[in-house]
């Protein structure tokens, strides 16, 4: 069955001189943001063959604010075409910028011929986290920005404090009222900032808006995620200068005021892509292999799923995964990048649900993060919640097919994943939430021989 996207549409159609096309109406969607369109996955099915990872998610969204800080235009390729890729897209055309296509998977990024619009269009910006990563680039390059609370995957409290003292020691005067945020500036200026809590998405933000501050800023306990060096990488390369990404502490020297040059960035292969099919390979799969992929990103992960018996290889850019006879049980602790990362558990607890014995899971980053659990009992799992962040799986059990709803972007692919190996026609609606991150996974994991359809 065909990917029913219609691409002529969008939940969001910018002004007429911002309206993109190509490459960007493939990214778009006819689809409300919610509760729209289902899966019907038919279990029990043996996977093999070939997978290919697509762009990440959390590298390609950072690139749209990133170019409102170059002056010169911004090439980017192997970019993902899903629902969180276009709507970043849509909002950077509100803001002014042009997008123009150059074939599959490249587009390139223009500057505003005009003044920038600094006010995020609360019909998007609202639904992905993501989009809070415009306000600092408005905010150093405008002196203004304004922003509804910003929304994304509900899997507990994900606070913007980090955002809003950040901007405050660099001089900004900040509003809050009902509809969001209202910040304001007639100069940033360097600051010595210490994360509370480790952070990729305010590493990202506050690097960002640092880039044109005047003065030194000094970032410490700074995530470490491959996608934050991504991203200093290309901005040193338009003309900013930043040391130290890739560690806890990173520097970097403003300009001032003075915008960057342009530039090039592929994009990343998805490292949370390629765990969750190097999830589902160790839970179904005869010899499966991921190619595109980094395997250097994820070891952590292959560490957990070698201890659970699976046998893996790996080259520099692929994987290939047998699932074991008899799958062991592990114990999980989530955590910060390099460490297992959140958003493999609700994939991973399927697993465990047909391993030999007992796993303990132990969610430390959020707490709502376990709310699908239900779910999956009542699909015949044996998993006991001990509390917010902690649950035991027993195992191996006999899941049944079930019908859900999708309630973020990880717990629908580990439902996805659930119905794979389920008895049984299951159906998982709300499946936008799915293709947000995860480019027409119907169709790729068909390849793989999944019975998986989508419909309205």
């Known amino acids: 069955m065909p990917h029913n996207i219609n691409f002529n549409k969008s939940y969001f159609?910018?002004?007429?001189?911002?309206?993109?096309g190509g490459f960007a109406a493939k990214m778009k969607s006819s689809m409300p943001y919610e509760k729209v369109g289902k899966f019907i996955i038919r279990g029990g099915k043996t996977l093999s063959g070939e997978i290919s990872v697509r762009g990440a998610k959390n590298h390609a969204t950072k690139m749209f604010p990133a170019a409102l800080l170059c002056k010169e235009p911004?090439?980017?390729?192997?970019?993902?075409?899903?629902e969180d890729v276009a709507r970043m897209r849509d909002l950077l055309s509100f803001i002014g910028y042009e997008t123009a296509d150059i074939k599959s998977r490249s587009l390139r990024i223009i500057p505003a011929a005009r003044s920038l619009a600094m006010e995020l269009p609360r019909s998007i910006?609202?639904?992905?986290?993501?989009?809070?990563?415009f306000a600092g680039p408005l905010l150093a390059r405008a002196g203004r920005a304004q922003f509804p609370h910003p929304g994304g995957c509900v899997i507990?409290?994900?606070p913007i404090d980090i955002f809003l003292d950040?901007?405050?020691?660099?001089?900004?005067?900040?509003r809050e009222n009902s509809a969001g945020f209202d910040i304001r500036a007639k100069e940033l200026r360097g600051i010595d900032y210490t994360f509370r809590l480790v952070s990729h998405t305010g590493t990202e933000g506050l690097m960002m808006t640092a880039v044109l501050a005047k003065g030194r800023t000094v970032l410490r306990n700074a995530a470490l995620e491959p996608e934050v060096i991504a991203l200093a990488k290309f901005l040193n390369a338009c003309g900013a200068r930043i040391q130290g990404a890739g560690t806890p502490l990173i520097t970097i020297e403003g300009t001032g005021g003075k915008l960057l040059k342009g530039g090039a960035c592929q994009i990343l292969p998805d490292r949370l892509e390629a765990g969750s099919f190097a999830i589902l390979a160790a839970l179904l799969?005869?010899?499966?292999?991921?190619t595109h992929c980094d395997p250097s990103h994820i070891e952590v992960l292959l560490s957990h799923l070698r201890s659970t018996g699976a046998r893996i290889e790996q080259g520099a850019n692929w994987l290939s995964i047998t699932r074991a006879a008899k799958l062991l049980p592990v114990n999980v602790r989530t955590h910060e990048y390099p460490g297992f990362a959140t958003d493999y558990q609700a994939p991973f607890i399927i697993l465990l649900t047909q391993a030999h014995g007992q796993s303990m899971v132990f969610e430390t980053l959020f707490e709502g993060r376990l709310a699908y659990l239900e779910d999956l009992n009542r699909m015949g799992a044996r998993i006991i919640q001990c509390d917010l962040h902690r649950a035991i799986v027993s195992g191996p059990a006999t899941l049944r097919s079930r019908n859900f709803e999708s309630p973020d972007l990880r717990a629908g692919m580990a439902f996805v994943i659930a119905a794979l190996a389920a008895r049984g026609t299951s159906?998982?609606?709300?499946v936008y939430q799915i293709d947000r991150g995860y480019e027409k996974l119907d169709e790729r994991l068909r390849i793989l021989g999944a019975d998986i359809q989508r419909v309205d």
């Open 427 to 430: 159906r998982i609606s709300n």
């Open 285 to 290: 799969g005869k010899s499966v292999k991921i």
């Open 166 to 174: 950040g901007w405050r020691a660099m001089g900004a005067a900040i």
């Open 125 to 133: 910006a609202e639904r992905i986290r993501p989009s809070i990563l």
């Open 156 to 158: 507990g409290r994900r």
């Open 13 to 20: 159609i910018p002004p007429p001189s911002r309206i993109h």
């Open 74 to 82: 911004v090439l980017l390729t192997n970019v993902p075409a899903i």
